[in-house]
C-alpha cells in the first residue's frame, strides 16, 4: 500500500505533463511553430552533424523536456531520424536543463542552505556535466558524415495532417488528442509499472542497504562522523540532504570542506539512485527501454565524471 501510495504521488504530476505534452507539441506542429523555432537551435545541431530537428528539440527542451522527448521521439517514429540520432538527441536536450537550473533551483535554494563558496561547487559539477555531455554529442555526432537540411515542415505528415484554413482551435485539440491518446496511455502505462517496481524496492529496504555505504565512505575520505546522517539522507532525498548539511554548517559541527567533500562523494551514489526512481521510468516510457537505457546510461556516466572531477580539485586545490 504504501508503494502505491508514492507512486501516485510520483506519477501523478508527471502524467498530466506527459499527456499535455504529447497533445501540446502535436497541435504546435500542426500549426507551424515548430518550424519557426528550429534556427534558434541549429548552430550547435550542425556543428554536432545532427538533423535539424534536434535543434527544434533542443529549444524546446528549454520550456519542457518531455515535451522536447516526446517530439523527438515523433520524428523517429515517422522515420525522419534514426535511433543514434534519437540516442543522441535526447543527450543533446538535457544540456540546457544543467544551465537552466542555475536560475530555479540552485539560486534560490541552494545559495541560501550552503552559502556562496559551496554554491560554486555545487553549480561546476552541473555546469561541467552539461559541457560534457555538449562535447559528446558533438564528438559522436561528427563521427557521422550526415548533416540534414532544414526540414520543410518539419514533418513528413504535417502539410498533409497540418491545419487547414478556417480551422477551429478546439477541432485542432480534439484531433491532436486522438493521434496522441494512445501513446499518452503506453508511456503512462509504463510510468507507473516502472515506478511501482522502484517504489516497492525503497519501502522493502532493499535500496536503503545501501545506506550501510556511507559510514565507510565519510571514513575513507576522513570526513567527520556527524556529516553520516545528512550524507545517508542526500542519497535519497537531495533537498534534505541539504537541509540537514546546512544545519550541520550553522552550527559549526562540520567545515564547508568536509561538506563539500561529503556531498560530492555521496554523489556517486546519489546520482545512480536517483536516475532509477525518477528518470529511467520517463525515459523507458517515452524513448523507449533500448534507446531510453542508452541516453540515461550517457547522461549517468557524464554527471558521475564531472562529479569525480570537481571532487578531485577540492580535494586538492581547497
Known amino acids: 500500500m504504501d ?6 504521488d510520483l506519477v501523478g504530476t508527471v502524467l498530466p505533463v506527459l499527456f499535455l505534452s504529447l497533445v501540446g507539441v502535436e497541435v504546435l506542429t500542426r500549426m507551424g511553430v515548430m518550424d519557426k523555432i528550429e534556427p ?19 529549444v524546446a527542451s528549454a520550456g519542457s523536456l518531455i515535451a522536447a522527448n516526446t517530439l523527438l521521439v515523433r520524428y523517429h517514429h515517422d522515420g525522419s531520424i534514426t535511433g543514434r540520432e534519437l540516442v543522441l538527441g535526447a543527450v543533446f536536450n538535457t544540456v540546457p536543463l544543467h544551465f537552466k537550473e542555475t536560475l530555479t533551483y540552485h539560486l534560490p535554494v541552494v545559495l541560501p542552505l550552503l552559502g556562496f563558496r559551496l554554491f560554486l561547487v555545487y553549480v561546476a559539477v552541473f555546469w561541467l556535466s552539461g559541457v560534457l555531455k555538449l562535447a559528446v554529442v558533438i564528438v559522436w555526432g561528427r ?12 514533418v513528413s505528415g504535417a502539410t498533409s495532417r497540418g491545419r487547414r484554413p478556417g ?25 507507473v509499472a516502472v515506478t511501482f517496481v522502484v517504489q516497492m524496492l525503497v519501502v522493502s529496504g532493499a535500496m536503503h ?23 545517508s539522507v542526500y542519497i535519497f532525498s537531495p533537498l534534505a540532504g541539504l537541509t540537514s548539511m546546512s544545519a550541520l554548517l550553522r552550527l559549526d559541527l562540520v ?9 560530492l562523494a555521496a554523489g556517486f551514489l546519489m546520482v545512480p539512485i536517483t536516475r532509477l526512481r525518477g528518470t529511467m521510468p520517463r525515459y523507458v516510457s517515452i524513448l523507449g527501454m533500448r534507446h531510453g537505457m542508452q541516453a540515461l546510461g550517457i547522461g549517468t556516466a557524464l554527471s558521475l565524471v564531472s562529479r569525480a572531477f570537481v571532487l578531485l580539485c577540492v580535494l586538492v586545490f581547497w
Open 255 to 263: 567545515s564547508e570542506y568536509h561538506a563539500a567533500v561529503g556531498l
Open 209 to 231: 542497504s545501501l545506506e550501510r555505504l556511507v559510514g565507510p565512505l565519510v571514513k575513507g575520505v576522513g570526513l567527520p562522523p556527524a556529516v553520516a546522517a545528512p550524507l
Open 3 to 8: 508503494a502505491c501510495i508514492k507512486t501516485l
Open 40 to 58: 534558434l537551435g541549429r548552430p550547435l545541431a550542425k556543428l554536432a552533424h545532427l538533423p535539424s530537428q534536434a535543434a527544434i528539440t533542443f
Open 143 to 154: 563521427r557521422s558524415p550526415r548533416v540534414s537540411a532544414a526540414i520543410p515542415g518539419i
Open 167 to 191: 480551422q477551429s482551435l478546439v477541432r485542432l485539440l480534439g484531433q491532436a488528442c486522438r493521434v496522441r491518446g494512445a501513446m499518452a496511455l503506453r508511456m503512462g502505462g509504463v510510468i
